[in-house]
T-cell receptor, first 112, second 114 residues
Framework: KNEVEQSPQNLTAQEGEFITINCSYS?????LHWLQQHPGGGIVSLFM???GKKKHGRLIATINIQEKHSSLHITASHPRDSAVYICAAPMYSGGGADGLTFGKGTHLIIQP | DVKVTQSSRYLVKRTGEKVFLECVQDMDHENMFWYRQDPGLGLRLIYFSYDVKMKEKGDIPEGYSVSREKKERFSLILESASTNQTSMYLCASSSLLQGGTEAFFGQGTRLTVV
């Protein structure tokens, strides 16, 4: 069964800073998810990526399948980026049809 | 463009009550999931279903059951609610794409059992 580790657990930064959140997993997979959860809110899927890099606005996600590692970057961070960011991988090797296993999340606070 | 809808955002129930949490998706996905989220433990899989009337246990199925009578609806049932089932419950559905499954999540139901 996959184990997902995320770091850091908590991160406080100033507006405009470049943010990096890291995720590593133990079992080879075909794709990994980055999710965002605002306080009291539901979860929004930011990225599903299986190789290389994806970019959406100021968010960039990268993955190295061989090293079983992924990073989420936020450029020019803004207070509205404050949220919990969660990395998720298929519970077992493969595509994830039998569920995801999640990192504990990174609680990000961007101060004005 | 709401894709996964959970019937309630907040629920307060008494110990021993039978509780139904409903989830509906409009994307014709085969796979649906129920997770619970607790501080320090993250999200954990309770049950999932890969087809109508099919169900599989996740990591923490004890005290829960599920029902999938129609493809778009997946219900989580707490047969006799207990205080240790106070949690945030998240429903998800997924589609199998080339390279992996794309997951969509509901907005969550925060259940308090008193």
């Amino acid at each position: 069964k996959n184990e997902v580790e995320q770091s850091p657990q908590n991160l406080t930064a100033q507006e405009g800073e470049f943010i990096t959140i890291n995720c590593s997993y133990s079992v080879g997979i075909s794709a990994l998810h980055w999710l965002q959860q605002h306080p009291g809110g539901g979860i929004v899927s930011l990225f599903m990526l299986s190789s290389g890099k994806k970019k959406h606005g100021r968010l960039i996600a990268t993955i190295n399948i061989q090293e079983k590692h992924s990073s989420l970057h936020i450029t020019a961070s803004h207070p509205r980026d404050s949220a919990v960011y969660i990395c998720a991988a298929p519970m077992y090797s493969g595509g994830g049809a039998d569920g995801l296993t999640f990192g504990k999340g990174t609680h990000l606070i961007i101060q004005p | 463009d709401v894709k996964v809808t959970q019937s309630s955002r907040y629920l307060v129930k008494r110990t021993g009550e039978k509780v139904f949490l409903e989830c509906v998706q409009d994307m014709d996905h085969e796979n649906m999931f129920w997770y619970r989220q607790d501080p320090g433990l993250g999200l954990r899989l309770i049950y999932f279903s890969y087809d109508v009337k099919m169900k599989e246990k996740g990591d923490i199925p004890e005290g829960y059951s599920v029902s999938r009578e129609k493809k778009e609806r997946f219900s989580l049932i707490l047969e006799s609610a207990s205080t240790n089932q106070t949690s945030m419950y998240l429903c998800a559905s997924s589609s199998l794409l080339q390279g992996g499954t794309e997951a969509f999540f509901g907005q969550g139901t925060r259940l308090t059992v008193v």
